[in-house]
């Protein structure tokens, strides 16, 4: 089996299994030096089987497409592969259930540079945190290059002249210079 199929059938959480539609994967251009990573999937994601593909999606795809690098370059993945119910965060169990597969896709992918989308997927990487403590540089994660910033959601909810969404878009030109 690939590792793509074998993540697909994936049952260590026996709630998120029962619950999905289908398992999120993420998708990996060949060539990708940058890897963003996000939460889980939400509920758009889980029906499409593809990450990122709703409100927050568009917005990750055009703030990547001014800062220079579109979508179709990018890896996209997330820290779980299977939608919460409700869309509520993941448990430590479910997370720890997903790291191995997140943690082989990274092996084989091996980015120039991670983009953490949100608290989750940061302290996925730089464990207990919180977002203000860590965004906007560059932390070094067992020979990984981690750049931590907001969620897109986040920058939605605070409008297009929040500081979320400026300081999203900040860190992302920033990732696209760092892989260029």
Request: glycine share 8%; proline share 8%; hydrophobic share 45%.
């Amino acid at each position: 089996m690939t590792l793509d199929a074998d993540i697909r059938a994936c049952t260590a959480c026996a709630l998120l299994a029962a619950f999905r539609t289908t398992v999120v994967v993420g998708t990996a251009p060949p060539g990708a030096r940058l890897v963003v990573v996000g939460e889980a999937p939400g509920a758009l994601e889980d029906e499409t089987g593809f990450p990122f593909v709703g409100r927050s999606g568009q917005l990750l795809d055009r703030l990547l497409a001014e800062a220079g690098l579109p979508r179709d370059r990018v890896a996209v993945l997330n820290t779980v592969k299977c939608r919460p119910p409700g869309n509520r965060v993941p448990t430590a169990h479910e997370t720890a259930n997903c790291r191995p597969w997140l943690s082989q896709q990274l092996a084989v992918l091996d980015p120039h540079l991670i983009v953490t989308l949100g608290l989750s997927a940061a302290a996925w990487f730089l464990g207990r945190t919180t977002l203000h403590a860590v965004r906007g540089r560059v932390h070094e994660v067992d020979g990984r290059r981690v750049l931590p910033t907001f969620h897109p959601a986040a920058a939605l909810r605070g409008g297009p002249e929040g500081e979320p969404m400026r300081l999203l878009r900040e860190d992302l030109a920033t990732a696209v210079r760092l892989v260029a």
